[in-house]
């Protein structure tokens, strides 16, 4: 079986809405699986989906992910419910508990029990897709609210089979994925390092008394198809020292914990102490090739094939790629036909 490709769209899709759409609808046309929005401190998750909603045909559209600080759970689920309804049953609903730097500096929430957060969304989320009253008594949510004159609500949407997605990083989620999710959506993953996340997925479905076989596992991939090895890897290593020592605080990184449980506890922390010290140059520099090269898809089409091939070996179904937002429509569009084009001659 061919390996799926999905993409993503973030803030930059907003900004400049009308190459986004042209290259997301180039997307559908070429068999491209999903196209995934992302949400952080700029544009939200739905908005532009939405807008892809009435430009695409057979593409499914993703939130990758939804905050679940940001939205009150049923207000997740009437927006799911509805943009489920517009596509024409093509939403997929990508969940994630973000990080303290996003939710207590700009939602304002605050961040504790994260993973019972989810949890309770998720189970949130299911009664309303069933068209149950939304009757909860959990440790965060409780609904209706006690001692207040609401009442258990049916929400008045048809109900939906709603695919629910997570995107988690630390041990425990990872476990809770695996037991209750529909589908994964991975970053900072190595196929050479998969028990770093798989371990816990695998620990929690035999758990529930399921196998990840049950659910899609997916994972965001950054993809150079070239002859330049050495410049790709040189240029990604930017990006590498972003994720270890910016996406989070120094006591909180999921990104940075999870290349440390795959073998580089040492290279990780030493790139977020520079990165946090203000040294960001050196914090590239300290970033070996090997943190490049096993968690990315690079290099000649041989080498990609081999990397597609290693990544379905253990188990991942589909690889989520980010295309270089600065770069042109045409560009974009090139460099997705070449992937597709190596991803469908994987054997």
């Avoid at 930059?12 to 995934?36: F, H, L, N, P, Y």
């Avoid at 949407?157 to 476990?175: F, S």
């Avoid at 991942?316 to 270089?324: A, F, H, P, Y």
């Avoid at 974009?332 to 036909?337: D, K, P, Q, S």
Wanted: aromatic residues 6%.
């Amino acid at each position: 079986m061919a390996m799926k490709i999905s993409i993503y769209v973030g803030g930059a899709a907003g900004k400049d809405i009308k190459t986004a759409s042209e290259v997301v609808q180039a997307a559908d046309s070429m068999g491209v699986d999903c196209v995934w929005s992302a949400e952080a401190w700029a544009q939200d998750a739905i908005t532009t989906l939405a807008y892809l909603a009435a430009k695409t045909e057979r593409i499914h559209l993703g939130t990758g992910i939804m905050q679940i600080s940001a939205r009150a759970p049923a207000m997740t689920a009437m927006t799911a419910l509805s943009l489920n309804e517009i596509s024409g049953g093509r939403f997929r609903l990508g969940l994630g508990v973000s990080g303290p730097q996003v939710v207590e500096g700009l939602h304002g929430a605050p961040y504790a029990k994260p993973l019972t957060r989810l949890r309770e969304t998720v189970e949130i989320c299911r009664m309303a897709f069933a068209g149950e009253k939304l009757q909860y008594n959990g440790d965060v949510h409780v609904l209706p609210r006690p001692g207040g004159e609401g009442k258990a609500l049916r929400l008045d949407v048809n109900p939906a089979n709603i695919p629910i997605y997570l995107a988690t990083l630390g041990p425990r989620a990872l476990e809770y994925t695996g037991a209750a999710a529909d589908g994964w959506l991975g970053t900072s993953f190595s196929p050479d390092h998969a028990d770093a996340h798989f371990d816990y997925m695998r620990k929690g479905a035999e758990k529930a008394g399921r196998n990840l076989a049950d659910m899609e596992i997916s994972t965001q991939v950054a993809m150079s198809i070239g002859e330049d090895i050495e410049g790709m890897v040189a240029t990604a290593k930017a990006g590498v020292a972003f994720q270890m020592g910016a996406m989070g605080s120094a006591k909180t990184n999921f990104y940075n914990e999870a290349f440390q449980r795959a073998g580089y506890k040492e290279e990780a922390l030493e790139i977020q102490r520079l990165w946090k010290a203000g040294e960001r140059d050196a914090a590239v520099a300290n970033v070996p090739d090997a943190m490049v090269t096993e968690f990315q898809v690079l290099g000649t089409p041989d080498m990609a094939r081999a990397r597609f091939r290693k990544y379905r070996e253990v188990g991942v179904n589909c690889l989520n790629v980010r295309l270089d937002d600065k770069a042109s429509a045409a560009d974009r569009i090139a460099t997705l036909e070449q992937i597709m084009e190596v991803a469908s001659s994987v054997d």
